[in-house]
């Protein structure tokens, strides 16, 4: 009767562990099920992020190496595909994120409540259920299995008793006492055992009658810990189902289909038709069909010069002068003061050359040694007024160099146009007062003429 009652199995005295540890074990399955998701998640990202560098790099060096053509539109179109492909996974990362994990941690804070130093409220629940369910059959159990114990113990001492006596009646030496006590002592042996076995048989009936209320309270807390699961397990499956959704638009994307027949379509129009209009696009810049203009006969023409600051702006077509002037003709000189040496460095008349300033810067002590031996007296005049300031873009980098004044007066030869903020507009034969006429500025403008 009692190995009916204990069958082996979930009845079992703390058999309901299992039940205890598969919540504990549901659990670590949604913390497990969230960490692949989420690395997931991970790799899409990842992959989405290496596709869009990879799409971004390819095609700034197609658009910068590879002319116009069938092949560059072919090649860019490849690189849309890994753009898309790109986009795709990132929506799949994001899909990932917003309706699997977030669902997810939201399920696991709403049905397990976690502590510090103990196991999840609902582990603990189970536990002390199960335990109540069985501390009354517990006990019975218990005390069923010590008037057990006491009953075989007492048909062994009734056993071994009989034996003993059976012993002493083949003794032919023994008295007639030693007998009787061999016999008193079965009969007690005896009673003992029918003592033994009333109690056992009345704990057996107590816990037979116990029975059905224990598995009714057992069945209760089973069926509480079923539910459990039963919610876990479907919302897992609701969750890989989630899942899965996400995942299939990499496999059933239309505009994956679409991308994927518009290449095929530009692929399949870059036939030899096409590739021969490149090649024929090409001949007609690079090669024999390009225009030239084959060498003739040209009459000579007197060319114009033109006056024109080297920092104007190339769309600009300079200043032309009203006189023209040809490669051979002589420019009059400005007078006494024309200093004429800063132009002759080789045709070379950059400002910014160094050779050049201190050939200027020598040539014009030169005139004003000469000018001061002709009239000493010009050295006092106006000493009273301030002179020009002579600090120029040029005297930062080259240093200070005197400036040559003179009070012969000169006129402007040609008309002269500014091209820039800084210039004055000239026209020919307006006089230039002393101030303006300085060597410098007479031999800045003669370079400009001699070369241009």
């Known amino acids: 009767m009692a190995a009916d009652v204990l069958a082996p199995g979930f009845w079992e005295i703390g058999a309901y562990k299992n039940n205890v540890r598969r919540i504990k ?6 913390d497990d099920f969230t960490k692949m998701a989420r690395e997931r998640a991970d790799i899409e990202a990842k992959y989405g992020k290496t596709m869009q560098q990879f799409a971004e790099k390819w095609k700034a060096h197609v658009d910068r190496t590879v002319p116009s053509g069938s092949i560059k539109k072919a090649w860019m179109e490849i690189l849309e595909e890994a753009d898309a492909i790109s986009v795709q996974h990132n929506r799949v990362k994001d899909r990932l994120m917003d309706e699997v994990l977030k669902t997810l941690a939201l399920y696991r804070k709403e049905n397990y409540h976690p502590s510090a130093f103990r196991a999840p409220k609902e582990i603990r629940e189970a536990e002390e259920g199960f335990e109540r369910a069985q501390r009354k059959w517990k006990k019975l159990y218990e005390k069923l299995e010590a008037s057990k114990k006491a009953y075989y113990s007492a048909c062994r001492q009734e056993k071994s008793a009989l034996v003993n006596l059976s012993n002493s009646q083949a003794d032919s030496s023994l008295s007639q006492d030693g007998a009787q006590k061999f016999r008193d002592r079965l009969e007690k042996c005896r009673e003992e055992v029918q003592k033994c076995k009333s109690a056992y048989e009345k704990n057996i009936t107590e816990i037979t009658q116990y029975r059905a209320p224990y598995i009714e309270d057992m069945t209760f807390e089973f069926e509480k810990c079923q539910t459990i699961e039963m919610k876990r397990s479907k919302f897992v499956i609701e969750m890989m189902s989630a899942t899965q959704q996400v995942l299939v638009d990499l496999a059933r994307n239309n505009k994956f289909a679409q991308l994927h027949g518009n290449l095929e379509n530009v692929l399949r129009s870059c036939d030899e038709n096409a590739l021969t209009g490149d090649l024929q696009a090409w001949s007609a810049v690079n090669g024999k069909d390009a225009r ?3 060498p003739a006969f040209e009459d000579y023409t007197e060319s114009l010069r033109t006056i024109a600051s080297k920092s104007a702006n190339s769309n600009s077509s300079g200043v032309i002068l009203t006189k023209q002037i040809t490669k051979t003709d002589d420019i009059p000189g400005p007078g006494p003061a024309t ?4 132009c002759s460095d080789n045709g070379k008349n950059s ?12 040539a014009l002590h030169k005139v004003k040694a000469q000018l001061a031996q002709q ?12 002179p020009l300031s002579t600090t120029t873009p040029d005297s930062a980098k080259y240093g200070d160099f005197e400036e040559l004044h003179t009070k012969s007066m000169a006129t402007v030869l040609y008309d002269y146009s500014p091209l820039e903020n800084d210039e004055i507009p000239l026209q020919k034969g307006w006089p230039i007062p002393g101030e303006l006429c300085a060597s410098d500025v007479i031999t800045e403008f003669l370079c400009m003429l001699k070369n241009p």
């Not at 074990?25 to 949604?30: A, K, N, P, Q, S």
């Not at 009239?375 to 301030?386: I, L, V, Y």
């Open 351 to 362: 400002d910014s050359d160094t050779n050049t300033f201190d050939s200027r810067k020598n």
């Open 292 to 294: 030239t203009e084959w």
């Open 339 to 342: 200093v004429s040496a800063p």
């Open 25 to 30: 074990e549901g659990i670590d399955e949604l």
């Open 375 to 386: 009239n000493p007296e010009r050295q006092w005049e106006n000493r009273d007024s301030p």
